[in-house]
C-alpha cells in the first residue's frame, strides 16, 4: 500500500459581495422559481391517472385539494 506524500489545501473562493438591491432582487428571482417550481408540479399531479395516485397512495380528492392551493402556498414555507 502507497503512503501518501502530500495533501492539497483547499481555499474557498471570496465571495462576492451584493449590495443590497442585488440580495433583494436575488431573493426575489428564487422565490419567483420556487413558485413556478410550484404552480409545475401541481399541473403535473393534475395530469395523474388514478392508478397512479393509487400507487402513491393519494385519491382524487388529496389531489384536488393539493391543485386547488395557489401557487404561493408554498408547504416547505412553514
Do not use: C, H
Not at 399531479?45 to 389531489?63: Q, V, Y
Amino acid at each position: 500500500m502507497k503512503a501518501q506524500k502530500g495533501y492539497a489545501i483547499a481555499t474557498a473562493l471570496p465571495r462576492a459581495k451584493l449590495r443590497s438591491g442585488e440580495r433583494l432582487l436575488a431573493r426575489l428571482w428564487k422565490q419567483v422559481k420556487r413558485w413556478n417550481e410550484l404552480a409545475n408540479q401541481r399541473r403535473l399531479l393534475a395530469s395523474m391517472p388514478d392508478a397512479t395516485l393509487k400507487d402513491l397512495g393519494l385519491s382524487r380528492a388529496d389531489l384536488e385539494q393539493e391543485v386547488e392551493r395557489p401557487f404561493w402556498d408554498d408547504p416547505l414555507s412553514r
